[in-house]
């Protein structure tokens, strides 16, 4: 299974704090994928990292992605209340297989 | 920039009834994937085509069948309906295996 495995399942942090999500996945990859959802909400795709990348930002977001480790780290800084979601890593061989999320919570 | 359209947002039906799902992918993209969201579950891959044919299929119930059509819209049948189906069902579309882009969903409740 390519299944992307997230830890810790649930965070809850102040607001302006750093949040770190991982997440490790078991076999070879195209890319890695980070997504967002709102409660009962949809998908909104954060941020892509390919499989020769290490490091990428966007915005507040920074990704990495340890290929030897199989695992992928997801960091939001400055954190708002606006962050309070749940996020998940997905993997993309042929077809995205979903972790089971980090349900984040931003406390004010 | 043009999205994955998803119809209907909001779907209720009766145990046994049937119900259909629409999907338009972004112009230009070949690939279409769905995807079932149970409440509180991850999303769970269902079904993909690649020029409207069939390219690999997930954890699909026998009673859930879908196609892709020539303008490469898609649509997912449910038939037989039963209280587990309700959930958000996302369509997905891609320009071969680069990256997937999501639609809003279609929220199913089955009553």
């Known amino acids: ?108 | 920039a043009a999205g994955v359209i998803q119809s209907p947002r909001h779907l209720i039906k009766e145990k046994r009834e049937t119900a259909t799902l629409k999907c338009y992918p972004i112009p230009r993209h070949d690939t279409v994937y769905w995807y079932q969201q149970g409440p509180g579950q991850d999303p769970q891959f269902l079904i993909s085509f690649y020029e409207k044919m069939q390219s690999d299929k997930g954890s699909i119930p026998d009673r859930f069948s879908a196609q892709q059509f020539s303008d490469y819209h898609s649509e997912l049948n449910m038939s037989s309906l039963e209280l587990g189906d309700s959930a958000l069902y996302f369509c997905a579309s891609s320009f071969g295996v680069h990256e997937q882009f999501f639609g809003p969903g279609t929220r199913l409740t089955v009553l």
């Not at chain 1, 999500?21 to 078991?26: A, D, L, Q, T």
């Not at chain 1, 990495?64 to 962050?83: E, Q």
Request: a positive charge; glycine letters at 6%.
């Open chain 1, 1 to 108: 299974s390519q299944q992307g495995e997230e830890d810790p399942q649930a965070l809850s942090i102040q607001e302006g704090e750093n949040a770190t999500m991982n997440c490790s996945y078991k076999t070879s990859i195209n890319n890695l994928q980070w997504y967002r959802q709102n409660s009962g909400r949809g998908l909104v795709h954060l941020i892509l990292i390919r499989s020769n990348e290490r490091e990428k930002h966007s915005g507040r977001l920074r990704v990495t992605l340890d290929t030897s480790k199989k695992s992928s780290s997801l960091l939001i800084t400055a954190s708002r209340a606006a962050d309070t979601a749940s996020y998940f890593c997905a993997t993309d061989h042929d077809k995205i297989i979903f972790g089971k999320g980090t349900r984040l919570h931003i406390l004010p």
